[in-house]
C-alpha cells in the first residue's frame, strides 16, 4: 500500500503542518510532531540524516521540495508558471 504525503507547509522556511496518509502514515508523522514541536524550519529537516532506502526519507523529500532545493525528483510547476 503507498503512502502520500501533502507536501509540508509552511510560511517562510517555518513549519507549519504535514499530512500524511497511508500504511506507514503512524511511522512518519512522529518526526513531523517533533518537528513542529521543536519549531524545526523545513531546512532542518531537510539536512537531518536519514536512513536510505526507508520510507522516512519521503520527510527530508518533502523538506526540500518545500524549500525549492530538491534534486531527486522534478518538482511540477504551478499552473501559473505554465503560461
Given amino acids: ?3 502520500y504525503m501533502r507536501g509540508m507547509t509552511g510560511f517562510g522556511v517555518t513549519m507549519l503542518g504535514a499530512g500524511i496518509v497511508g500504511a506507514c ?3 512518519l508523522i512522529a518526526e513531523a510532531v517533533l518537528a513542529l ?11 537531518a540524516v536519514h536512513a ?7 520527510l ?3 523538506a526540500e521540495l518545500g524549500q525549492g532545493t530538491i534534486t531527486d525528483l522534478i518538482a ?3 499552473r501559473h508558471a505554465r503560461r
Fill in 1 to 3: 500500500m503507498p503512502t
Fill in 25 to 27: 502514515a503512524g511511522d
Fill in 37 to 47: 514541536e521543536m519549531d524545526a524550519e523545513l531546512g532542518d529537516l531537510a539536512l
Fill in 52 to 58: 536510505h532506502p526507508t520510507f522516512a526519507e519521503t
Fill in 60 to 62: 527530508a523529500m518533502a
Fill in 76 to 78: 511540477a510547476q504551478s
